[in-house]
């Protein structure tokens, strides 16, 4: 026959109440060269990354970042987890980047400098995970189906 429970028996379990769970606790990662190493990635790019403090050069396969990303708008995109947390001028940033086109590899270099910043500064963590900068972009390119011209493209029809 089963054991029933009475309550003086749950009133031994009433004072050993659920611990409150705590924020991680997140360390510092460097290397023996005094760097932050990241690996960042955007559609089929692969960027990995290191900073160290210096005067704010960066360099991208061993060019300087505005001879290997002409356009503008991807000079901002690798400058922007850099201004946001105030660090312009205290990092010298080296990537290697490969895979996918420059759109993707700037995007890639951004997440690894972001992710980076989070290892030498633990303390810059909610600053750039509020602005996106943490946050993997999963977009990818759909394959393309058989019996299609492209991902979704049909041929085209004809009646006769």
């Known amino acids: 026959m089963a054991e029933t429970k009475t309550f003086e028996d ?6 050993s109440e659920p611990a409150t769970p705590t924020a991680p606790v997140y ?3 460097i290397d023996a060269q005094g760097r ?5 990635k955007r559609k089929n790019a692969v960027a990995r990354v290191w900073i160290k403090p210096g005067a704010g050069k960066i360099s991208v396969n061993t060019k300087d970042f505005a001879a290997y990303f002409a356009r503008p708008v991807l000079q901002m995109l690798l400058k922007q987890p850099l201004q946001a947390v105030n660090r312009l001028s205290q990092f010298d940033v080296t990537a290697t980047v490969s895979g996918g086109g420059l759109s993707g590899q700037a995007g890639a270099v951004r997440h690894g400098i972001s992710k980076a910043l989070t290892y030498y500064e633990p ?8 602005g996106g900068f943490l946050t993997r972009d999963s977009r990818v390119v759909e ?3 058989y019996g299609k011209m492209k991902a979704r493209r049909s041929f085209q029809f004809s009646k006769r």
């Open 10 to 15: 749950l009133a031994v379990l009433k004072g």
């Open 36 to 40: 932050a190493y990241a690996t960042g």
């Open 123 to 130: 303390d810059l963590r909610p600053t750039l995970k509020k």
């Open 27 to 29: 360390t510092q990662k």
């Open 143 to 145: 394959r393309k189906k």
